[in-house]
């Protein structure tokens, strides 16, 4: 297997916001189809956290404009994936998980202030930064992991449901019994190194049976 880690422009950068990301992202997927021949379908988007949410953003660009990008990728593989920012970072100190994860308010107002174009919260409202709004009518399987314990449990369950609803494709899903946000980046620095590794081996399984 090939991996392309896209060096995309992030919004720590000085001056870069929403939708830079989306575009090196759609840069990326346009190499790899058109320059580089390789079958949409021998393709698989995957992200963690807010690298989730930019390869859900991808893949409604995709599916919107098959007449630019082509067919849909073979699938999908999501790692706690932020999945709505239109509520106040705030709300998340008074959610029970809000005790046993690392993320906080403070995060996520400073994402709001470098991800969003002059901070502007209405552009959260859209589909294409909170996924959670609108299901993307993909076709493509996608597994999405997430830990019980961690702050963005709530979203990530409800835009389950909005994509099981909404959505054409199959949903393969696995929340890691007390596991903290993204146990996929920093299992091994935190203790979850082993679930990280079984996480990955029953996404790479649930992909492989939708062939």
Same mark, same amino acid.
């Given at each position: 297997?090939?991996?392309?880690?896209?060096?995309?422009?992030?919004?720590?950068?000085?001056?870069?916001?929403?939708?830079? !990301?989306?575009?090196?992202?759609?840069?990326?997927?346009?190499?790899?189809?058109?320059?580089?021949?390789?079958?949409?379908?021998?393709?698989?988007?995957?992200?963690?956290?807010?690298?989730?949410?930019?390869?859900?953003?991808?893949?409604?660009?995709?599916?919107?404009?098959?007449?630019?990008?082509?067919?849909?990728?073979?699938?999908?593989?999501?790692?706690?994936?932020?999945?709505?920012?239109?509520?106040?970072?705030?709300?998340?100190?008074?959610? !029970?998980?809000?005790?046993?994860?690392?993320?906080?308010?403070?995060?996520? !107002?400073?994402?709001?202030?470098?991800?969003?174009?002059?901070?502007?919260?209405?552009?959260?409202?859209?589909?294409?930064?909170?996924?959670?709004?609108?299901?993307?009518?993909?076709?493509?399987?996608?597994?999405?992991?997430?830990?019980?314990?961690?702050?963005?449990?709530?979203?990530?369950?409800?835009?389950?449901?909005?994509?099981?609803?909404?959505?054409?494709?199959?949903?393969?899903?696995?929340?890691?019994?007390?596991?903290?946000?993204?146990?996929?980046?920093?299992?091994?620095?935190?203790?979850?190194?082993?679930?990280?590794?079984?996480?990955?081996?029953?996404?790479?399984?649930?992909?492989?049976?939708?062939?």
């Amino acid at each position: 297997t090939a991996v392309l880690c896209p060096d995309y422009r992030l919004s720590s950068y000085p001056g870069v916001h929403f939708p830079a !990301q989306l575009q090196d992202a759609l840069g990326a997927y346009a190499h790899l189809v058109f320059r580089l021949g390789i079958p949409p379908r021998d393709i698989v988007l995957s992200g963690d956290s807010a690298g989730a949410n930019l390869a859900l953003a991808l893949l409604r660009c995709i599916v919107t404009r098959p007449d630019l990008l082509g067919d849909e990728p073979g699938g999908v593989m999501l790692w706690s994936p932020w999945v709505d920012a239109s509520y106040p970072p705030e709300d998340l100190a008074k959610r !029970q998980e809000f005790r046993t994860d690392y993320l906080g308010p403070s995060l996520f !107002q400073w994402t709001y202030r470098t991800f969003l174009p002059g901070s502007d919260r209405s552009l959260a409202e859209s589909p294409y930064i909170s996924p959670a709004k609108e299901a993307i009518p993909t076709t493509a399987p996608i597994f999405i992991q997430w830990g019980s314990a961690e702050v963005l449990k709530k979203d990530v369950v409800r835009w389950v449901e909005v994509q099981r609803n909404g959505g054409k494709g199959r949903l393969g899903i696995y929340e890691v019994p007390f596991a903290p946000h993204n146990i996929f980046l920093g299992g091994n620095l935190a203790g979850w190194e082993k679930e990280a590794r079984t996480a990955v081996e029953k996404g790479i399984r649930y992909l492989n049976k939708m062939e």
